[in-house]
């Protein structure tokens, strides 16, 4: 599966964004999806994930509550809404994909978008 993140862009503190990950190929629905966010100088960090079909998810503590994942597998399409957003939440935020479960482990997931940048200004 290939993905693709969009959406990223400048928001202000307090602000929303809404960040997509389109996927192409049929198999989209076989894999549980994540965020992830890299800012600079930091290491790639564990966003959010949801699982295949049910639609169990899963958060980081620093974003609970105010970022929302979700899928829908007829567009092939993953979303992560972002609401009151941070300087914090500055990042590179890439989309991937696992064959597990559901995981917070960047290593399980084998395919990744290429990136899209939030930057949230004070």
């Known amino acids: 599966v290939q993905l693709q993140a969009s959406g990223g862009g400048l928001v202000q503190h307090g602000g929303s964004l809404r960040v997509s990950c389109a996927a192409s190929?049929?198999?989209?629905?076989?894999?549980?999806l994540g965020w992830f966010r890299q800012a600079p100088g930091k290491e790639r960090e564990f966003v959010a994930a949801i699982s295949r079909s049910v639609g169990s998810t899963y958060y980081a503590d620093s974003v609970k509550g105010r970022f929302t994942i979700s899928r829908d597998n007829a567009k092939n399409t993953m979303y992560l809404q972002m609401n009151n957003l941070k300087t914090e939440d500055t990042a590179v935020y890439y989309c991937?994909?696992?064959?597990?479960?559901?995981?917070?482990?960047?290593?399980?997931?084998?395919?990744w978008g290429q990136g899209t940048l939030v930057t949230v200004s004070s």
């Open positions: 190929g049929r198999t989209f629905s076989r894999y549980a």
């Open positions: 991937a994909a696992t064959a597990d479960y559901l995981s917070i482990d960047r290593y399980k997931y084998f395919y």
